[in-house]
């Protein structure tokens, strides 16, 4: 597994033309981007954030897509229950 994460950081930094410590940088910062979505949707759908407080860290789409999802699997859980 660390030989194949070095192979695609190598890979990456020479496609475009930066350092690999860059590369590392760079898929540092996504990744936690991700996480911190993560954890303020997670929040705001456990009632601990609310929804004007989350759609202010993470913006109106993102907030959105997760009510929309839940109300999806909600559905789901009610269809299963009930067949």
Do not use: C, H
């Not at 949707?41 to 789409?61: F, K, N, S």
């Amino acid at each position: 597994m660390a030989a194949e994460i070095s192979d695609r950081v190598r890979e990456i930094a020479e496609a475009r033309g930066l350092p690999e410590s860059k590369v590392f940088e760079q898929a540092l910062e996504r990744g936690l981007e991700d996480l911190w979505v993560d954890l303020i949707l997670a929040r705001y759908l456990d009632g601990e954030l609310d929804r004007e407080e989350a759609i202010e860290r993470v913006g109106r789409t993102k907030v959105e897509r997760a009510e929309r999802e839940r109300a999806v699997v909600e559905e789901d859980v009610d269809w299963g229950l009930n067949a």
